[in-house]
């Protein structure tokens, strides 16, 4: 019994060395070059320019060339294309009293062009004294006394046409609470700013007719 545990023993010693390579060095290293990265740009890579092509900066010079040329191309025949969908100017009417405001980047995207501005004349919404007072009380800083202005802006979305809704429905909602008669907020005091007033220039300090003629004779001269 003795003897056969420990030739099973020395055969698991034996298989156990054959797992370890016996490779040499040098056949290790010459293997990991097929997995070596190459890289695509690396200057040891490059051909040896014969002068026989264009430069990096000549290639760009072409290619800025070719761009203007195309644009070119559709300003001469493409633009003029599009007057069949002109359309004449229709001023707004009276009834159009609510003014959306937005701005358009041609060719490229911009965040404020989601951004949509809403204008609108407080004496265009044709209220009460009353629902005038309520208004103002509930839009806030958003009403402007020198332009009798409710102006109101969104940036909330990240679509136009969803803050343009936004800020029209916002509208829709101040209106009906204003007019609704259930509480008029009539013990609440409006406090204003006060409007800014415009600077006129005394006709005292103008200069008298003969003097301005002098001066221009000598600017003149």
């Given at each position: 019994?003795?003897l056969?545990?420990?030739?099973?023993?020395?055969?698991?010693?034996?298989?156990?060395?054959r797992l370890?390579?016996?490779?040499?060095v040098?056949?290790?290293g010459?293997?990991g070059?097929?997995?070596r990265k190459?890289v695509?740009?690396s200057v040891?890579?490059m051909?040896?320019?014969a002068?026989?092509?264009?430069?990096t900066i000549?290639?760009?010079l072409?290619?800025?060339?070719?761009?203007?040329?195309?644009?070119?191309r559709k300003?001469?025949?493409?633009?003029?294309k599009?007057?069949?969908y002109?359309?004449?100017?229709?001023?707004?009417t009276a009834?159009?009293i609510?003014?959306?405001?937005?701005?358009?980047?041609?060719g490229?995207?911009?965040p404020?062009?989601?951004?949509?501005?809403?204008?609108?004349?407080?004496?265009?919404?044709?209220?009460?004294?009353e629902?005038?007072?309520?208004?103002?009380?509930?839009?806030?800083p958003?009403?402007?006394?020198?332009t009798?202005?409710?102006?109101?802006?969104?940036?909330?979305?990240p679509?136009g046409?969803?803050?343009?809704?936004?800020?029209?429905?916002?509208?829709?909602?101040?209106?009906k609470?204003a007019k609704?008669g259930?509480?008029t907020?009539?013990?609440?005091?409006?406090?204003?700013?006060?409007?800014?007033?415009?600077?006129v220039?005394?006709?005292?300090?103008?200069?008298?007719p003969?003097?301005?003629?002098?001066?221009?004779q000598?600017?003149?001269?």
């Amino acid at each position: 019994m003795m003897l056969l545990t420990r030739s099973k023993a020395s055969t698991t010693v034996m298989m156990n060395a054959r797992l370890f390579s016996t490779a040499s060095v040098v056949m290790a290293g010459r293997q990991g070059d097929r997995f070596r990265k190459v890289v695509k740009y690396s200057v040891d890579n490059m051909e040896t320019f014969a002068f026989d092509d264009q430069t990096t900066i000549g290639h760009n010079l072409f290619e800025n060339i070719r761009n203007v040329r195309q644009y070119l191309r559709k300003t001469q025949y493409e633009l003029p294309k599009l007057s069949a969908y002109a359309q004449p100017f229709v001023p707004p009417t009276a009834s159009e009293i609510v003014q959306y405001k937005t701005h358009t980047y041609c060719g490229e995207g911009h965040p404020v062009e989601r951004k949509v501005v809403l204008s609108v004349k407080v004496a265009d919404l044709q209220l009460t004294s009353e629902q005038r007072h309520k208004l103002l009380l509930l839009a806030g800083p958003r009403y402007h006394v020198d332009t009798d202005e409710l102006i109101m802006s969104s940036e909330k979305f990240p679509k136009g046409n969803q803050n343009k809704k936004y800020v029209g429905d916002l509208l829709q909602s101040l209106l009906k609470e204003a007019k609704d008669g259930k509480d008029t907020f009539a013990d609440i005091p409006l406090d204003l700013p006060q409007p800014k007033k415009k600077l006129v220039f005394p006709k005292e300090w103008a200069r008298p007719p003969q003097q301005q003629q002098q001066q221009q004779q000598q600017q003149q001269d």
